[in-house]
């Protein structure tokens, strides 16, 4: 199960006034350009209006950008209920194998991409192992953590979570 990410929404809903918002402002500039002043020069109301077209158009860049930054946070995996307590990604099935370029992270070993800096963000996989090191200290992680662990930490102890038999 995964805990569900509302701002997503909300930056659609965002997106969406910019866009209602970018309409009212052509609207307005219409209206300037149909209009004449009262000593009937019809440029000097519509010179006052010029600038007009131009923020709508950067309203309407301001509406696609929170729709690519709602499509960005959508298409990242959200968090477990349970999630591994490392602050950086990995691959689930090989542990520390990944490279990041571009915003986009994939595995050195298996090719598997993700359209997002795994490594960047916090991991979102499961906890399923409880890792303790050669200090003491422990952390319950994923099963990509746990391989990691296997193979980098000298002393590591890597051991199912109690709640979890199925490992």
């Known amino acids: 199960m995964t805990v569900p990410i509302p701002a997503v929404d909300q930056l659609r809903s965002f997106a969406a006034s910019a866009e209602d918002l970018a309409s009212a402002v052509l609207s307005a500039y219409e209206s300037f350009r149909n209009t004449s002043d009262q000593d009937g020069d019809p440029n000097s109301v519509r010179m006052q209006a010029f600038r007009l077209p131009h923020a ?42 990944l490279v990041s370029s571009g915003g986009c992270t994939w595995c050195r070993t298996c090719r598997r991409a993700w359209n997002y800096p795994r490594l960047a963000l916090p991991c979102r996989e499961a ?18 953590h746990a391989t990691a662990a296997r193979a980098q930490l000298i002393g590591a102890h890597v051991v199912p979570l109690p709640d979890r038999e199925d490992v």
């Open 56 to 97: 709508a158009g950067e309203i309407l860049q301001a509406a696609e950008d929170l729709r690519v930054a709602a499509n960005y946070v959508d298409g990242i995996p959200q968090f477990a209920t349970n999630p591994c307590e490392f602050p950086w990604g990995v691959c689930p099935e090989h542990g520390a194998s």
């Open 127 to 144: 906890a399923r192992w409880l890792l303790t090191d050669q200090a003491g200290d422990t952390r319950h992680v994923c099963d990509g």
